[in-house]
């Protein structure tokens, strides 16, 4: 499996262009979704934001098979401005802003790529993908809102998702709101699950990825600035391992489900 992972600035033009018409196929004409497009693409003001984009291809500037979208919850983002009230009191905790904690949305297939026998294994294969790039990445948790048809079908993988909230009517119908540990046992569920479909070995191409690592270590080893009357200041050993941390990672990653990740 080859997975580019791009950020808004660095994907290809023109995967750029054929991703968001697959989704404005899927989320506009398909599921009838009342969102924002224009010129056969969809398109919303969080597609200009700190996101990545993980596209599925039959290789490098082959043909798209699937798509998500991950924000990291330190950004503005979907769950925590429109969806916001949906997320139960109990569970607004879960919002709290992180870089270990993203949103994954406008999860979708290219149907026309698969048979319907296949078209199940895709997402499978889709969701794996997404896993092993957050187990890489340091991704803990993702958080994502759907239709109650698609979380059924989550639930029916065997993954273990915990229930947000909802919303009885979003202008497309009711919204469930999820969150999802990147944990040993889901990942173990859909590695299984993986190979019982015969899912290749997965690549992973682009600079998505070390963008996405530098962003969390930044703020890991971002201070806590003092804020009394002292005005403390960072030290200059803060400031050099706060920019050693950012510094540009390989640019690729190679995954084998019997050896584990690796960085190339």
Not at 85 to 97: F, I, K, N, T, W
Not at 188 to 211: H, K, Y
Request: contains cysteine; positive net charge.
């Amino acid at each position: 499996m080859f997975v580019q992972i791009d950020t808004a600035q660095t994907i290809d033009f023109a995967l750029r262009e054929t991703m968001l018409r697959l989704r404005k196929r899927v989320f506009c004409e398909q599921l009838g979704w009342d969102i924002p497009h224009c010129n056969g693409q969809e398109a919303d003001i969080f597609d200009f934001n700190k996101c990545l984009y993980l596209n599925w291809l039959s290789g490098l500037g082959g043909d798209l098979f699937g798509s998500v979208r991950l924000i990291p919850l330190s950004e503005d983002n979907l769950l925590t401005t429109v969806f916001k009230s949906s997320v139960d009191e109990g569970h607004q905790a879960a919002l709290s802003r992180s870089t270990r904690v993203w949103e994954a949305t406008r999860l979708c297939l290219d149907e026309t790529m698969f048979n319907a026998q296949d078209r199940p294994l895709a997402l499978i294969k889709l969701l794996f993908s997404l896993f092993l790039a957050c187990r890489t990445i340091g991704i803990e948790r993702l958080l994502c809102n759907c239709d109650a048809i698609v979380f059924r079908r989550y639930r029916s993988l065997g993954l273990t998702i915990d229930w947000l909230g909802a919303t009885p009517d979003f202008r497309h119908g009711a919204v469930c709101c999820l969150s999802v540990a990147i944990s040993d046992q889901n990942v173990g569920v859909l590695d299984a699950l993986a190979r019982e479909a015969g899912a290749a070995p997965v690549v992973f191409n682009g600079l998505g990825i070390a963008a996405a690592v530098a962003l969390i270590r930044e703020h890991d080893l971002a201070p806590v600035w003092n804020t009394d009357h002292r005005g403390t200041k960072p030290t200059a050993r803060t400031k050099r391992r706060v920019s050693r941390a950012t510094k540009q990672l390989p640019l690729s990653v190679s995954h084998s489900m019997k050896t584990g990740s690796r960085l190339t």
